[in-house]
């Protein structure tokens, strides 16, 4: 069983800052790469950011030069520093990590439940 859990949504006015976090924890072989994807109303999901076991990161152009991807890979979290909002980046947000349950497994997706991020004008 994987567990993943995330907090820091909230709502914030255009221009501000948030930061979202995500922790992996369960009986499984390997994290893999860890990351964000958000879904807005009547949209489909898409790709935030995400980070490699390695630290290679990878963005949304949207999202470039404003939101940062971390991670601790000794505590299996992730974090995303959100600035500069726009309404635009109004969304829920989930974090994604790719495991493998047994070293013969296959990689997985784990999905977090989802937290709202809402940006007003």
Same mark, same amino acid.
């Given at each position: ?25 369960? $009986?499984?072989?390997? =994290? +893999?790469?860890?990351?964000? !994807?958000?879904?807005?109303?009547? #949209? ?13 990161? +990878? !963005?949304?152009?949207? &999202? @470039? ?9 000794? #505590?299996? /979290? &992730?974090?995303?520093?959100? $600035? =500069?909002? @726009? /309404?635009?980046? /109004?969304?829920? !947000? !989930?974090? $994604?990590? @790719? =495991? ?22």
């Amino acid at each position: 069983q994987v567990q993943v859990v995330e907090s820091g949504g909230g709502l914030v006015q255009a221009g501000g800052s948030l930061r979202l976090s995500c922790a992996a924890s369960g $009986n499984v072989f390997s =994290i +893999n790469t860890m990351g964000w !994807y958000r879904q807005a109303p009547g #949209k489909q999901r898409e790709l935030v950011a995400v980070i490699s076991g390695d630290y290679t990161t +990878n !963005y949304a152009d949207s &999202v @470039k030069g404003r939101f940062t991807i971390s991670r601790d890979n000794a #505590k299996n /979290t &992730v974090h995303l520093q959100m $600035n =500069i909002l @726009k /309404t635009e980046d /109004t969304a829920v !947000y !989930y974090c $994604n990590a @790719k =495991i493998r349950r047994r070293s013969w497994s296959a990689m997985d997706d784990a999905w977090g439940q989802g937290t709202q991020v809402t940006v007003s004008s």
